[in-house]
Nanobody, 122 residues
Framework: QVQLAESGGGLVQPGGSLRLSCAAS????????MGWYRQAPGKERELVAT????????NYADSVKGRFTISGDNGKNTVYLQMNGLKPEDTAVYYC???????????????WGQGTQVTVSS
C-alpha cells in the first residue's frame, strides 16, 4: 500500500500564506511526480501544481502562478506547496497526489491523499 499524509491546511485571511505538506510512505519503489489538486464546492477538481521527481521541473495552474511554489524532498518522499497572496477564490479542499510504482508492481499509478481544507476569508 501507498499512504499519503497531508498537513498544513486551515483558515487564513486574504493576502495571507499557508504551507501544505504531503509525505508518501509505504511499499514505494519509484516516484515519477508529486503534486496538488484542489476542489471547491460545486466545481470540478483542478490541477494546482506538479513537480517531476528528482528535478526542478514544475507546472502550475495559471490562477496560482507567481503566488504558489511547489517543491519536493526526494529523500523524504515529501512535497510542499507554499501558498502566498491567498485569495478567497483559493478556498477549496487540496488533495495531494503521487505518481508512483509499488515494489510489487511493474506500473506507475496515481495515489491520493484524503484532502486538507484551505479557507481564505476575512
Amino acid at each position: 500500500q501507498v499512504q499519503l499524509a497531508e498537513s498544513g491546511g486551515g483558515l487564513v485571511q486574504p493576502g495571507g500564506s499557508l504551507r501544505l505538506s504531503c509525505a508518501a510512505s509505504g511499499s514505494i519503489s519509484s516516484i515519477n511526480a508529486m503534486g496538488w489538486y484542489r476542489q471547491a464546492p460545486g466545481k470540478e477538481r483542478e490541477l494546482v501544481a506538479t513537480i517531476i521527481s528528482g528535478t526542478t521541473s514544475t507546472n502550475y495552474a495559471d490562477s496560482v502562478k507567481g503566488r504558489f511554489t511547489i517543491s519536493g524532498d526526494n529523500g523524504k518522499n515529501t512535497v510542499y506547496l507554499q501558498m502566498n497572496g491567498l485569495k478567497p477564490e483559493d478556498t477549496a479542499v487540496y488533495y495531494c497526489y503521487v505518481t508512483a510504482k509499488r515494489s510489487s508492481s511493474r506500473y506507475f499509478r496515481n495515489y491520493w491523499g484524503q484532502g486538507t481544507q484551505v479557507t481564505v476569508s476575512s
